[in-house]
């Protein structure tokens, strides 16, 4: 037989009584309407009493009202008096509210003992008048509300308007109007403004008359500087000398009721000749049954909840019924006529007859204000997001689920873009329905964000070169405090990282892709001083990933793996693009999970990179790859960087950015080749890098110094051959080719950073090792002895002077031999006193030296290790 709740109820309480030596006693029971009733007695000798607290007997008794849903849901306790009526924390004369959230207070297990414990507790702060610590929000007045009246959304804060706030103003009343978006049943309150204001937009040609395709009302506002009571009343009567004693009389709101009245008919007019279908909202038609919200008016009081000696407003809406709203209505319009006296005054008098015996009914409101609520994400990642105008591209897996969060994060503005369709096939993960088949995607996702919130939400459809990452584009790509780019478009990550480079105003970047099972997510995080945008921080994910990092082997399989895969998935017949195996739960987790890394990032914490421990301050760039999967395989990696050194190659257009540990390097090399061989001597090696000729980039990123057969004085640097071969090789195979030769570097330690005459005649004579480049990077490191001195020594934060040149590689040289391949000059040595290169601590000098015979030796070894004249 199952045990009804009451019944449980009455078990528990006997309980209690057997124990409690008299301290409770139950003396009686009977079924309610509202469920069964236990009637008790409670010992309350033992509580302080205080004169700010409420009069407590020795012993009071109470009815505790249990349905059949306990335990699961709480008893509602009530006093058998109305001596406590018009307290704090008690409701319709004899509700105690024992609970503020009894979702969380409130713990079936505990059941009556819990019950009888809370209510012991509230007797004694009762009677002590604590029931409202200091700091402590306060119980706001009673007011009885339900849905079926409508609602009120409060978006804008009160602030200095209220009238207690108010700074060299008078502080009894404040009377304005509420600028309200209506729909049915619901008010959206967007703005405060003066009445006279009110009147001009209602009467303004140029003003707006609807938001968001909602008609616009207004609605009177009064604030008053004091407390109406605990209770609201339910007549408009008792509601009006609650007020008048504060200074707003039946006149002032019998007035503001029919200036709204008024503004309100200009603006019903002013939207239907507009727009018919305005015409059928129910406000517009407070003759039919439907519950207008014509005649409601909004009414604040200093809330007593205390924070310092800042009182924040309680808000509370109410409204009239229909045939009532109707009378207030015709009230409004006798006041604009010119004649009939007599009708006028006949009007008035009726009015204020019918003024106090008009019902009332309170609305729900559901507080927006910033001033009062506070955010369920404040102090998240995600809180970056609010205010700000964020780029999305790419409706896809990635893009319309972070497009979601960011207006959901409260998002100012969103543009979201992307120039497909919704096709059926991706209705398995993308967050589009049936109905959406054949729209274009950013068509479809911004219809259905800019039902969530206030966020503004843009759809660009077509090709983002034209429609945004275009001189004449009409989209200001500029105005924007974050572009996402989660398109997994490779030429758009181009085109976006181009953009930025030539843009007067950065903008941080991120770029996010999915593995092709959809088990790993990579997103990068460019800062708005970053050097380097999705394509220049994927190479540094993929270098990192192919050094043999462990916790990144996974990344270049997946990423970047060394042959590319044959094997891809095509889920339609026809389908234009491949693409990769995944779930909603899958896809939608990694967007989550990849937004939240960047949105760490973009909120101040700098990621440190795994592979050194250690937190680089200076980083601008960052990356993280998420995973799915079992608890062994669920970590993520972390990897960040500092800004490249950029440097522009003017001769070619080229920009050449410089790792920051290349210039490390460099300096390294330098440090040695100073130690081991004098300050004045010069030094140099290859660079290792890439081309990008879409970016029009050279990226420089580690460098290699002097091998062994090089000849190194104080006015000449020739690179040898020995070992450069396997050097070259062994580059390309530990970034997964990714990294190659680019060129090479040599230093005038105290001089111009500028060709000698002899790096001239032999600058046009570069080529790569392997004879293939057809251009190749000279760069040549200097500056004054002051600033040179200092950066090789001290301050490696301070950067020598710099030449950068792209080199074009002749076909052949005059005399038909290949060019001089390795950038090795063949030219003869100058005369002078040289060291050799390669790593030997021994000051090994040469005897004034002449390298005639030494270049067709040279030259033969070139042919040796690099070939013939390769195209």
Not at 85 to 90: F, N, R, W
Not at 411 to 416: D, E, F, P, S
Not at 746 to 755: K, V, W, Y
């Amino acid at each position: 037989m199952i045990q009804r709740g009451y019944e449980l109820a009455r078990r528990q309480l006997q309980d209690i009584v057997e124990v409690g030596d008299g301290a409770v006693e139950l003396l009686n029971e009977w079924e309610g309407q509202a469920g069964h009733v236990f009637e008790i007695s409670l010992d309350t000798s033992g509580a302080t009493q205080r004169p700010e607290g409420i009069a407590v007997r020795a012993r009071e008794r109470f009815k505790v009202l249990v349905d059949d849903g306990f335990p699961y849901e709480h008893p509602s306790v009530l006093s058998v008096h109305r001596r406590w009526a018009g307290t704090p924390h008690v409701q319709w004369g004899s509700y105690l509210c024992l609970y503020a959230a009894p979702s969380i207070e409130w713990n079936p297990s505990d059941g009556m003992r819990g019950l009888i414990s809370r209510l012991s507790e509230w007797i004694d702060h009762a009677a002590e008048g604590t029931l409202d610590p200091e700091g402590q929000p306060l119980h706001p007045p009673a007011v009885y509300t339900s849905s079926d009246h409508g609602s009120v959304l409060i978006h804008p804060d009160i602030g200095e308007r209220a009238p207690w706030a108010a700074k060299g103003l008078p502080t009894d009343i404040h009377r304005m109007m509420a600028w309200c978006a209506v729909g049915n049943q619901r008010l959206d309150l967007l703005e405060w403004v003066a009445p006279e204001e009110a009147v001009q937009r209602a009467i303004s040609p140029n003003a707006e008359i609807f938001h968001n395709r909602l008609p616009l009302m207004a609605v009177p506002v009064v604030l008053v500087s004091d407390e109406l009571g605990f209770e609201y009343p339910t007549r408009i009567k008792l509601l009006s000398d609650g007020l008048s004693e504060l200074g707003y009389d039946k006149g002032l709101m019998m007035t503001d009721l029919a200036w709204a009245g008024a503004i309100n008919k200009a603006l019903r007019l002013r939207q239907v000749s507009e727009d018919r279908t305005a015409a059928d909202v129910p406000w517009h038609k407070p003759s039919q049954a439907e519950d207008p919200l014509l005649s409601a008016m909004i009414i604040g009081t200093p809330s007593r909840s205390v924070d310092g000696d800042a009182r924040l407003a309680h808000l509370a809406a109410w409204k009239l019924d229909p045939l009532e709203a109707s009378i207030a209505d015709l009230f409004s319009e006798v006041q604009n006529l010119e004649h009939a006296e007599k009708l006028k005054a006949d009007v008035n008098d009726l009015a204020r007859r019918w003024f106090d015996v008009a019902a009332i009914s309170w609305m729900d409101v559901m507080e927006m204000r910033p001033e009062v609520t506070q955010r369920r994400d404040q102090g998240t990642p995600a809180s970056w997001l609010n205010g700000k105008r964020v780029l999305v591209l790419g409706c896809g897996a990635l893009g319309a689920p972070v497009a979601e969060y960011c207006v959901r994060a409260g998002a100012l503005q969103l543009t979201v873009a992307d120039k497909g369709t919704v096709t059926p096939g991706i209705l398995v993960r993308q967050p589009y329905t049936d109905l959406d088949i054949g729209k274009p995607k950013a068509d479809a996702l911004a219809s259905r964000l800019s039902t969530i919130s206030t966020t503004e939400v843009h759809p660009v459809v077509g090709n983002v070169r034209t429609t945004l990452f275009n001189q004449d584009a009409p989209a200001a790509v500029d105005d924007f405090d974050l572009i996402v780019d989660a398109s997994a478009d490779t030429a758009v990550r181009v085109l976006v990282e181009r953009w930025l480079m030539t843009s007067k105003v950065r903008v941080p970047l991120v770029t996010m892709v999915i593995g092709h099972q959809a088990e790993r997510g990579l997103v990068t995080t460019s800062l708005a001083d970053s050097t380097t945008g999705g394509v220049g921080s994927f190479r540094k994910v993929a270098l990192r990933a192919s050094a043999g990092f462990p916790e990144w082997q996974d990344v270049r399989d997946d990423f970047f793996p060394e042959i590319p895969r044959t094997e891809l998935f095509f889920p339609e017949p026809g389908c234009s693009a491949p693409t990769f195996v995944g779930s909603a739960a899958q896809t939608t987790a990694l967007a989550g999970l990849l937004l939240n890394e960047a949105l760490l990032v973009l909120n101040g914490g700098k990621r440190n990179s795994n592979a050194e421990d250690q937190t680089l301050s200076n980083a601008t760039s960052f990356a993280s790859v998420v995973r799915l999967g079992d608890a062994a395989t669920r970590a993520t990696s972390h990897m960040a960087w500092p800004s490249d050194i950029v440097l522009t190659d003017h001769s070619s257009g080229f920009l050449v950015q410089v790792s920051a540990s290349a210039m490390a390097e460099v300096r390294a090399e330098v440090r040695r080749g100073s130690r081991i061989r004098g300050e004045e001597i010069e030094t140099g090696g290859m660079l290792f890098g890439s081309f990008d000729e879409a970016l029009g980039v050279v990226f420089v990123d580690s460098v290699a110094g002097p091998p062994p057969d090089s000849y190194l004085s104080e006015i000449y640097f020739q690179h040898g051959v020995e070992g450069v071969q396997k050097r070259v090789d062994a580059e390309l195979k530990r970034s997964g080719m990714a990294s190659g030769f680019v060129g090479f570097w040599h230093t005038h330690p105290g001089g111009e950073a500028s060709p000698s005459e002899t790096d001239k005649q032999g600058m046009h004579r570069i080529v790569g090792p392997d004879g293939s480049l057809k251009r190749a990077l000279m760069m040549i490191f200097g500056g004054p002895q002051g600033l040179w001195s200092t950066w090789r020594d001290s301050t490696p934060n301070i950067q020598p002077r710099t030449f950068v040149r792209v080199v074009p590689r002749p076909a052949e040289s005059q005399d038909g031999e290949p060019a001089c391949i390795g950038g090795l000059q063949t030219q003869s040595l100058p005369p002078g006193r040289y060291f050799r290169g390669g790593y030997s601590q021994a000051r090994s000098e040469m005897d004034n030296t002449s390298s005639e015979g030494s270049a067709p030796e040279v030259l033969r070894l070139l042919q040796r290790f690099f070939g013939g004249n390769h195209g």
